[in-house]
């Protein structure tokens, strides 16, 4: 085809809808370099850019820019130092974060730990009260009740099960010193006292103490309490503050 | 093809510049605005073209500035989808980059050259998400860069797009709508035929006579 025959299809080529034949020969035209063809189309390019360039206004987002400079491998120097404010904000925020969940989780421990602790104190207190409670409840536990003649003496009973143990049951106890602490003690006759435990008084002075295993009561005289250094003796060193005497015990 | 060399002096008015001409230029020259442009256009674009080719980014850069928004109005036009047309239009400047050494940069429009590769891309993106025919022998724009050589810079300037939008607007509906789906939608003649139940020769001739009105009422504007 001649550039006469081609002329009515630039515009057509232009919009990129030339059909073939006419597609393939204005593109052989141009392929060497036709000044006809050339000017042709390039008149015909012209208004078709034009109407490319009047399409409504959109605006595209921020990161576009930076997407594009980015894949050249441009970084953008001109607002550089957002990215880097934003990446310490970034960081810092995630210092934050991380402290806070640090210090979170260690409350949490914490509190844990605290519950757990509580549970133990508390499932040891059950174990007690279980033991006191079979003690309380044995058919062959003798009680003895102590300290009734003194002005404002240590009051309170003792608990004798032969199988299950002593338990004592005490009021009006005196704070010991720091260093001090109250030792219970089985009297056993024409023997050694044999040590029963060590506890502390409430801030009310009652405490409660027991000495679980078997009791041999026709060994035992009394059962005795002195206050002792913290770690406890092997032998009373002190005078009791408490002695109950099993002799007048009365069975429950 | 070489790297060109010249105008190294006009660097530092590129396209940058030229915006900062131009807003200034509102307050100060207020009708004169697109003459002012006018004159400006064409050096800077053999500039920033010339630049480009040294790989300057920087140039690249400028070049979104002026450009971007307006590929990616066209891109989104067609494509009709934010990020989809953001990605197009990203894919256009890298084929801008990796090719602008096929352009003379004493002659290159590189304007007119970058829009034609956007709605391309577009358009291809179009028709091959339809699953419609992609043209065997497209127009390459690489190829054909040429073709962009010496052309008139101002075609781009917003005050011609809003003439080239009324005169749009003032075609008969048939004529705007045949213009709308092959450049915005990309339909071939014989598509156009089908979907608006037309012969094929009336759809020629319908984009034939919507593009001389075009032309008629953008050369009645121009001279007015």
């Known amino acids: ?252 | 093809m070489g790297v060109c060399t010249c105008l190294p002096s006009r660097d530092r008015e590129g396209v940058g510049s030229r915006n900062a001409g131009k807003s200034t230029s509102v307050v100060r020259a207020g009708m004169m605005l697109p003459l002012i442009l006018a004159v400006y256009a064409g050096p800077q674009d053999r500039a920033l073209i010339a630049r480009l080719q040294r790989r300057d980014p920087q140039a690249l850069a400028e070049l979104y500035d002026f450009y971007g928004k307006m590929a990616y109005s066209l891109v989104l036009r067609v494509v009709r989808d934010k990020a989809i047309a953001e990605d197009l239009v990203q894919e256009t400047f890298l084929r801008v980059w990796n090719r602008v050494h096929s352009m003379d940069c004493e002659k290159g429009s590189i304007g007119p050259w970058l829009l034609a590769i956007a709605r391309n891309r577009a358009i291809d993106y179009l028709r091959s998400s339809a699953g419609r025919e992609r043209n065997a022998v497209e127009l390459d724009e690489a190829d054909h860069a040429p073709l962009y050589h010496r052309m008139e810079a101002e075609i781009l300037l917003s005050d011609q797009a809003r003439r080239v939008k009324a005169a749009m607007d003032k075609l008969a509906p048939n004529y705007r709508t045949v213009m709308e789906l092959a450049y915005f939608e990309g339909l071939s003649q014989s598509e156009m035929a089908a979907k608006m139940g037309q012969p094929l020769g009336t759809i020629k001739t319908w984009v034939r006579t919507a593009l001389q009105s075009l032309r008629d009422e953008l050369g009645v504007a121009v001279s007015s």
């Open chain 1, 1 to 252: 085809m001649n550039c006469e025959e081609l002329r009515e299809h630039y515009d057509f080529y232009a919009l990129d809808i030339a059909e073939e034949p006419e597609r393939g020969e204005i593109r052989a035209h141009l392929n060497r370099k036709c000044e006809v063809c050339m000017a042709g189309v390039k008149r015909a390019l012209e208004t078709s850019t034009m109407i490319g360039a009047s399409a409504p206004a959109a605006q595209p987002s921020a990161q576009l820019r930076r997407r594009i400079l980015a894949s050249v491998g441009s970084e953008e120097r001109r607002s550089s130092w957002l990215p880097a404010w934003m990446a310490a904000a970034a960081i810092a925020a995630v210092l934050v974060v991380a402290v806070y969940f640090a210090v979170s989780s260690q409350r949490y421990a914490d509190q844990a730990a605290k519950l757990a602790g509580e549970m133990r104190s508390q499932t040891a207190q059950i174990v007690r009260l279980t033991e006191a409670f079979a003690i309380l409840s044995g058919p062959s536990t003798t009680e003895v009740s102590f300290g009734g003649a003194q002005p404002r003496p240590p009051q309170g009973k003792v608990f004798v099960n032969p199988s299950r143990g002593v338990l004592l049951i005490a009021s009006n106890l005196p704070r010991t010193p720091a260093d001090k602490i109250y030792e219970m003690w089985l009297i056993r006759k024409g023997a050694n006292p044999v040590p029963a435990g060590l506890f502390q008084s409430q801030d009310d002075g009652s405490a409660m103490h027991i000495r679980p295993g078997t009791v041999d009561l026709a060994s035992t005289a009394a059962v005795a309490v002195t206050v002792e250094n913290q770690a406890g003796a092997d032998q009373p060193t002190t005078t009791p503050l408490i002695v109950a005497a099993l002799g007048g015990s009365t069975p429950r």
